[in-house]
């Protein structure tokens, strides 16, 4: 049957479980085609059976993320799925690179105890470090824009790490240079999460290992993903190339910073870290995205022809797109997030009737609150909530 015919004779789901788990949920709340609720009397409340297990550390924490079915936003001729980073321990994707930077590095004797790490970052990975850094005890500083959200400076500062700030107007090559010249001067460890192979590795070992965990026996159509450093779309493609080599690989980047869709790749030196700033590059809204250069981690999936197609999108799409899967899904994503279902839904529009994708969703909303994406999200009462708590007598607000 196909997927159409299921969805017109089927009723439609209102809760994103299926009965896998007993006990989870034992009942659907279902809707019939005339807008009837038929309600399951078996159904009863939710129980959960915990992990089994006490973890060692937060660090054991990160990965095994969810995949998660989008129920209300989807076309219905789609089946589409996100990958929820956000769950990680400090709220994005990044925290699996950051783990295996420091973990590599300790392995192979390159980190000695108590030394300084150091790293050129937007956010996310700085994040990710500091909490790696905070739990195993290094001192951790970050080079950063002053362009980039205000509460990822305060987070890292939350979590111990110290920050320098770096001129906006000399983009990411400035805090990159900065970072670099630090480590230098210092003997700090160069966390390079641009370059090391540490990054792309650890997609491969976990990312890639759990999308292919979860989508065993189901068809996998579309893996839709962006990039920052690379690492997401090198490492899992790695695996997907040679255990699902069916899926499609859809790699995305901002419209105005179409860095890898101008065919021209940027110079680099002996340690393959770039020697200027790539000339397509403009800043764009969508943090945690596409740096002012091609990073060498990314080149790796380039070379070895390891993405289908490179769809820009623009970051108003990406808003729009991160704003609908709050409110209408309840999944809080960034803009990247949003960007990256952006290219779903347009995917969706010509794609097979029954296809299904995963979406990478790469960190959560709340590192968002100072940006565009809460533009125009009121402080105040909206008419209507004034409306609401005129409509009876209790605790109104005083006129003003
Ligand atoms: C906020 C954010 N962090 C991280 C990533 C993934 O980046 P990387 O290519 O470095 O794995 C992305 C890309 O989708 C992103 O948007």
Same mark, same amino acid.
């Given at each position: ?7 017109q ?19 659907r ?12 009397e ?47 321990p ?13 973990e ?66 000399l ?11 630090? $480590? /230098? %001067? ?5 966390? !390079?999460?641009?370059? =090391?192979?540490?990054? +792309?590795?650890?997609?491969e070992? @976990?990312?890639?290992?759990e ?41 995305s ?10 065919g ?62 709050? $409110? /209408? %899904? ?5 803009? !990247?997030?949003g960007? =990256?279902?952006?290219? +779903?839904?347009?995917?969706?529009? @010509? ?35 004034e ?14």
């Amino acid at each position: 049957m196909s997927c159409a015919a299921e969805l017109q004779e089927a009723p439609k789901t209102l809760t994103s479980f299926e009965d896998k788990t007993p006990g989870l949920l034992s009942g659907r709340l279902a809707q019939t085609p005339d807008g009837q609720i038929n309600r399951d009397e078996t159904m009863t409340i939710r129980t959960t059976d915990g992990r089994g297990q006490r973890f060692d550390s937060i660090l054991d924490t990160v990965g095994n993320t969810p995949t998660i079915r989008i129920n209300r936003i989807a076309p219905p001729n789609v089946e589409v799925y996100a990958k929820f980073e956000a769950f990680n321990p400090a709220g994005s994707v990044k925290d699996r690179l950051a783990l295996n930077i420091i973990e590599a590095a300790e392995r192979e004797g390159r980190l000695q105890p108590g030394q300084t790490v150091v790293e050129a970052t937007s956010g996310n990975t700085g994040i990710g470090l500091a909490m790696v850094c905070a739990a195993k005890g290094y001192p951790l500083v970050v080079t950063m824009a002053d362009s980039f959200s205000v509460e990822r400076r305060k987070l890292m500062r939350f979590l111990g790490a110290k920050v320098v700030l770096t001129p906006r107007a000399l983009k990411g090559f400035g805090m990159y240079t900065k970072a670099k010249e630090l $480590a /230098e %001067e210092n003997g700090w460890f160069l966390a !390079s999460q641009f370059e =090391t192979p540490d990054n +792309a590795d650890i997609h491969e070992a @976990t990312t890639a290992r759990e999308i292919l965990a979860d989508f065993e026996g189901k068809a996998l159509d579309y893996w839709i993903t962006g990039y920052g450093t690379g690492g997401t779309v090198s490492g899992v493609s790695r695996v997907l190339r040679q255990e699902r080599p069916e899926t499609k690989i859809i790699l995305s980047e901002p419209a105005n910073a179409a860095i890898l869709g101008s065919g021209y790749i940027n110079t680099r030196n002996e340690q393959h870290q770039p020697t200027e700033s790539h000339p397509a590059f403009e800043p764009h809204p969508i943090q945690g995205w596409t740096p002012d250069f091609i990073p060498w981690v990314l080149q790796e999936a380039v070379d070895k022809g390891n993405y289908d197609e490179l769809i820009p999108v623009t970051g108003a799409d990406g808003i729009t797109w991160s704003r609908r899967l709050a $409110a /209408e %899904e309840g999944i809080f994503t960034g803009v !990247s997030g949003g960007s =990256t279902f952006a290219i +779903a839904m347009q995917l969706a529009e @010509t794609a097979p009737e029954g296809a299904v994708m995963l979406v990478m969703l790469p960190d959560t909303g709340e590192r968002y609150l100072s940006t565009p994406l809460f533009e125009g999200v009121p402080e105040e009462m909206t008419e209507e909530e004034e409306a609401i708590s005129l409509s009876t007598p209790s605790a109104q607000m005083p006129a003003e």
